[in-house]
C-alpha cells in the first residue's frame, strides 16, 4: 500500500482516533517512520501551552526536500509532479517531472548558495502562480533557508513591513504577473518596498511578462543569468542541509485583531508529517490521481496543499496561474477537462461567483473525471454546497469541507473524502490527532451535543504554529493567553446533535474577505492615513459572493464635498497601504461614531447597521453620545 497509514473506513477512522487520542506520541511515531529521516527523534513530542514550547521529533534529522523529491526519484522519476497551466489557454502548458523538479530545485539552490544565502537566512518571495514559485520555496527548503512567500497582491508598503519584520536578505521576485486580463508589475513594487528595506542585499527577478523593469546594479539579477551560471559549473549536486525538526521552515505572514500582521513559523519534521498525512487521508489521494488545488502559494492553503502536501506523497498536483474567471467563467471546468483532474479543492467564494454564471460555462465540459471535491478558507453556504455537489460533482463525488488555519499548518475538522457522512455546512469531525474542544467565554468547557461555543484545541499537532516570528510573547497572548492550557482559534463552532462541527465566524474582530483574512484594525489604520480622515471604524457584513465584505465607517477632517471622489481617495490609499484585497465595499461618512464613555467604539452597534438591521440595537444608553446612532442609521438608509 503507498500510504499504510491512509484510512481506509469508517471503522479505521474510529480506530485511528482512538488510538490518536490515547497513545499521541505512539500514533505521531506511526506516520512520521514512513518518511525519510537522516537521524530518527529521540522523543515523539515535548509540550507546554503556558510558554508555549511544543517539540515534535524531538532530536529528529531531515530535510523536508528529500521527502518530496528525492525519494521519489527511483519510482516515480518520470511521474509528473507539477502540471502547469498558464493564465492565457493559447499558451502551452508544462509538465513538470520528479526528476525535472529535483534538478530543478537543485539548480536553484545553488543559485541562492552562490549569492550567499545560508541556513537560516530569511528569503522572501514574491511572485505568480508559476512553477519557479514552487522551485524557489523547494530551493530555499533544500538549504535551510527560510521562506516568506508574500501573496501577489499585497502592496509595496506590506512587503516592506513583511521583509523588514524577517529580516529578509534576498527578494525572489518576477518581472509581473498575468492574473486574467491584468498584467501585475511585480518588479516595480518591490523597488517601492525596498526604499525601506536595508536588509535586502539581492534581488533574483525571474522572467514572465517581459515587462520593462529597472535592474538595479550590484543588486538585482536575472532568475536566467544566475541559472546559466550554474550551468558553466556543470551543474553540481545540491546536497541537502541536513535540519533539525524543529529548524524554521517557513513564515508566512496573516492578519489578526491588531493592526501589525504577524509572522506564523512553522518547522520542519511537524510541519511536512501534519501536511502529508492531512493531504492523503482527507482527499484519500491514490497514486496516479491527478490533483487540483486552486489556491494561492501566497497563502497558507497553497505551501500545504499544492506543494508540499502532495509533493510529500509523490502526487501530480496542478498549478493554475489565472483566475476561475478568465476568459471566461468555464477555466476551471476546462481545466478539469483538459488534464482530467481526480480532486478539485476550491474556495466558496470562487463556486460563489461562479455559480452566478449558470450552467453555461460547465456544459460540454467533460467532468468525468472527478472523483473528489473540496472547500476551504470560510464556511460553505447550502445553496454554493449544493451547486458543487450536483453541477460539478454531478452527485457523485464527496465534498470536503475542511476547517483550519495558518496556524494548524494543516487540515483539523473535515470529512475524509467517501468516508465520513456528510452534510452540507458542516467540517463534521476531527482528523485523527486533533482534540477540538468548545468553550464559554470564561474559558468552561461546554460539554454534550447541540452546543456553541468558541473553539479551542487542547493537545498539540505536529503542525501547528511554534511561535510568532520575533515576537513569542505575541504567540502567547494571541492564542494560548485567552483560555488556559487550550490553543484558542478564534473561530465561533456549533456541535450539532451527532457531534459534527460545524464553524460559525470569526469571534474576534478579524474579517474573511473572500476567503482572505483581513484585521479591521489593519484597514481603519490605512483608511487613517489619507489626509483628510480624522477617524474610522470598519466592520463586516454578509456579502453574497465573498462571504463578508468590509464596511468603513468614516469621519472626515472637514465636510465632505464630492463623496465619490472622497470614497475613491480612501480606496486608493487602502490599496497602497494593504493592497486591493483590503478595499472597502462600502463606505459611509459620519459626523461621529458610537463610543462608549470610556471612548471604546461599540461595534456590535455598527456591525448590525451594516447588516442593515436597524432595530435591535440593544442597549445604546452607555453611549456617549446616543444621537449618533440615529444619525448613522440615516445614512445608511
Ligand atoms: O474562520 C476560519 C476560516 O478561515 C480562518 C483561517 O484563515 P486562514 O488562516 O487565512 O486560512 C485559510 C485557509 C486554511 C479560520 O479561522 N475558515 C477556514 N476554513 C474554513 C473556515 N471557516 C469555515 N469553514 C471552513 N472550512
Known amino acids: 500500500m503507498a500510504y499504510p497509514y491512509q484510512i481506509r473506513s469508517l471503522e479505521e477512522y474510529q480506530q485511528q482516533y482512538q488510538q490518536s487520542v490515547m497513545d499521541p506520541e505512539g500514533f505521531w511515531a506511526n506516520v512520521a ?5 537522516r537521524r530518527k527523534w529521540d522523543k515523539v513530542l515535548e509540550w507546554n501551552f503556558k510558554e508555549p514550547d511544543v517539540k515534535w521529533f524531538v532530536g529528529g534529522k531531515l530535510n523536508i526536500t528529500e521527502n518530496c523529491l528525492d525519494r521519489h526519484l527511483g519510482t516515480l522519476g518520470n511521474t509528473p509532479a507539477i502540471i502547469w497551466e498558464p493564465n492565457d489557454p493559447e499558451e502551452r502548458h508544462r509538465v513538470i517531472t520528479y526528476r525535472d523538479l529535483y534538478n530543478k530545485v537543485c539548480q536553484f539552490a545553488n543559485v541562492l548558495k552562490n549569492n550567499g544565502v545560508k ?3 530569511r528569503v522572501c518571495i514574491y511572485m505568480g502562480m508559476i512553477p519557479e514559485l514552487a522551485i524557489a520555496v523547494l530551493a530555499c527548503a533544500r538549504i535551510g533557508a527560510v521562506h516568506s512567500v508574500v501573496f501577489g497582491g499585497f502592496s509595496a508598503q506590506s512587503i516592506a513591513d513583511r521583509i523588514q519584520d524577517a529580516q529578509a536578505s534576498l527578494v525572489i521576485t518576477c518581472d509581473g504577473a498575468f492574473r486574467g486580463n491584468k498584467d501585475i508589475p511585480l518588479k516595480s513594487v518591490i523597488d517601492d518596498a525596498l526604499i525601506a528595506c536595508p536588509s535586502v542585499k539581492k534581488v533574483i527577478v525571474c522572467t514572465r511578462t517581459r515587462t520593462p523593469v529597472s535592474m538595479i546594479k550590484g543588486r538585482d539579477l536575472w532568475w536566467e543569468d544566475e541559472i546559466k551560471q550554474v550551468e558553466t559549473m556543470g551543474n553540481p ?19 489578526g485583531s491588531t493592526g501589525k500582521p504577524k509572522g506564523v513559523v512553522h518547522t520542519t519534521a511537524g510541519y511536512m508529517v501534519y501536511a502529508n498525512y492531512t493531504f492523503v487521508n482527507t482527499f484519500q489521494y491514490q497514486p496516479g490521481e ?10 497558507i492553503t497553497g505551501h500545504s496543499y499544492i506543494i508540499y502536501g502532495p509533493l510529500s506523497a509523490g502526487a501530480t498536483t496542478v498549478m493554475f496561474e489565472g483566475v476561475p474567471t478568465w476568459p471566461d467563467a468555464g477555466r476551471l471546468w476546462s481545466i478539469t477537462d483538459k488534464f482530467r483532474v481526480n480532486t478539485l479543492y476550491t474556495a466558496p467564494t470562487a463556486i460563489r461567483s461562479l455559480m452566478g454564471y449558470g450552467l453555461g460555462p460547465v456544459n460540454h465540459k467533460d467532468l468525468s473525471s472527478l472523483k473528489k471535491l473540496g472547500s476551504v478558507g470560510e464556511p460553505i453556504n447550502e445553496e454554493a454546497w449544493h451547486w458543487f455537489k450536483d453541477n460539478i460533482g454531478k452527485g457523485r463525488c464527496p465534498i470536503v469541507d475542511t476547517w483550519w488555519q495558518t496556524e494548524t499548518g494543516g487540515i483539523m475538522i473535515t470529512p475524509i473524502a467517501g468516508i465520513t457522512p456528510e452534510k452540507p455546512g458542516y467540517a463534521t469531525l476531527p482528523l485523527p490527532g486533533v482534540q477540538p474542544i468548545l468553550v464559554d467565554e470564561r474559558g468552561q468547557e461546554i460539554t454534550g451535543n447541540n452546543v456553541n461555543g468558541n473553539l479551542c484545541i487542547k493537545f498539540p499537532w505536529p503542525g501547528m504554529l ?13 492564542y494560548f493567553a485567552t483560555y488556559d492550557n487550550l490553543y484558542f482559534t478564534g473561530d465561533g463552532c456549533l456541535r450539532d446533535e451527532d457531534g459534527y462541527y460545524r464553524i460559525t465566524g470569526r469571534v474576534d474582530d478579524v474579517l474573511n474577505v473572500s476567503g482572505h483574512r483581513i484585521g479591521t484594525a489593519e ?12 477617524e474610522s ?3 463586516g457584513y454578509p456579502h453574497d459572493i465573498k462571504g463578508q465584505g468590509i464596511y468603513a465607517f468614516v469621519i472626515a477632517e472637514k465636510m465632505v464635498h464630492d463623496p465619490e471622489l472622497s470614497k475613491k481617495d480612501i480606496l486608493q490609499t487602502v490599496s497602497r497601504i494593504i493592497g486591493p484585497i483590503a478595499k472597502p465595499d462600502k463606505i459611509q461618512f459620519v459626523s461621529g461614531l458610537p ?27 452607555t453611549l456617549l453620545d446616543p444621537n449618533v446612532v440615529d444619525e448613522i442609521k440615516k445614512g445608511k438608509q
Do not use: Q
Open 537 to 539: 471604524a470598519v466592520v
Open 119 to 121: 541556513k537560516g537566512d
Open 466 to 478: 511554534r511561535t510568532t516570528y520575533g515576537d513569542h510573547e505575541r504567540c502567547r497572548t494571541t
Open 523 to 534: 484597514v481603519e489604520n490605512a483608511i487613517n492615513m489619507h489626509a483628510g480622515v480624522v
Open 33 to 37: 517512520d514512513h518518511f525519510y529521516w
Open 237 to 255: 549536486p545540491c546536497p541537502a542541509e541536513e535540519m533539525d525538526a524543529e529548524d524554521m521552515l517557513f513564515i508566512l505572514y496573516t492578519s
Open 290 to 299: 491527478v490533483y487540483f488545488c486552486t489556491a494561492d502559494v501566497g497563502w
Open 595 to 621: 463610543k462608549t464613555r470610556s471612548g471604546k467604539i461599540m461595534r456590535r452597534i455598527l456591525r448590525k447597521i451594516a447588516e442593515g438591521e436597524m432595530e435591535n440595537l440593544g442597549d445604546t444608553s
